[in-house]
T-cell receptor
Framework: AQTVTQSQPEMSVQEAETVTLSCTYD???????LFWYKQPPSRQMILVIR??????QNATENRFSVNFQKAAKSFSLKISDSQLGDAAMYFC???????????FGTGTSLTVIP | DVKVTQSSRYLVKRTGEKVFLECVQD?????MFWYRQDPGLGLRLIYF???????EKGDIPEGYSVSREKKERFSLILESASTNQTSMYLC?????????????FGPGTRLTVL
């Protein structure tokens, strides 16, 4: 089975600063999708950003961008101009192109300091 | 707007009780999933279903069963609840394999077994 590793259980960032959350994964598949999800305290999990492995260009969604390094099997999330509302648990996830199952990391809890 | 709903946000049950957690999605998704979320362990897949009446075991199916009689509804059953099943349970749905689309999550059910 594929494994997804988030080595930072907790991170903190000053408001308006930039923070990068790390994620690595292990797979033998060549085609797959990667996701970052956000789970605010006591609220629903939502998608932040997704990346298709066949695309070389890094995905960007407003203040959120990824650094996708396919050879290194690394998929980090950069949050620019951090806001108080960015405080949440962030999960990295993998899905193979031919599979139904999603594989999740253990999460990184992000604190934003005013 | 995409929606996944779960029957209860909070549930308290006694050891040995039979517990039903219900999930409904309105997106006509083929795939539905039940996860268990525990601190430090991330999301662990209990069961998923890729079609009506079809199911596959995830990583931690012991002590659980599922039912999918209609496409929009996926139930998780704890046949005889135990204290080690106290956890947050998340339901999700998605399009089938081959699609880049994400999973959509319900709000979660926090189950306490006394």
């Amino acid at each position: 089975a594929q494994t997804v590793t988030q080595s930072q259980p907790e991170m903190s960032v000053q408001e308006a600063e930039t923070v990068t959350l790390s994620c690595t994964y292990d797979t033998s598949e060549s085609d797959y999708y990667l996701f970052w999800y956000k789970q605010p305290p006591s609220r629903q999990m939502i998608l932040v950003i997704r990346q298709e492995a066949y695309k070389q260009q890094n995905a960007t969604e407003n203040r959120f961008s990824v650094n996708f390094q396919k050879a290194a099997k690394s998929f980090s999330l950069k949050i620019s101009d951090s806001q108080l509302g960015d405080a949440a648990m962030y999960f990295c996830a993998y899905r193979g192109a031919t599979g139904n199952q999603f594989y999740f990391g253990t999460g990184t809890s992000l604190t934003v300091i005013p | 707007d995409v929606k996944v709903t779960q029957s209860s946000r909070y549930l308290v049950k006694r050891t040995g009780e039979k517990v039903f957690l219900e999930c409904v999605q309105d997106m006509d998704h083929e795939n539905m999933f039940w996860y268990r979320q525990d601190p430090g362990l991330g999301l662990r897949l209990i069961y998923f279903s890729y079609d009506v009446k079809m199911k596959e075991k995830g990583d931690i199916p012991e002590g659980y069963s599922v039912s999918r009689e209609k496409k929009e509804r996926f139930s998780l059953i704890l046949e005889s609840a135990s204290t080690n099943q106290t956890s947050m349970y998340l339901c999700a749905s998605s399009l089938p394999r081959g699609y880049t689309d994400t999973q959509y999550f319900g709000p979660g059910t926090r189950l306490t077994v006394l």
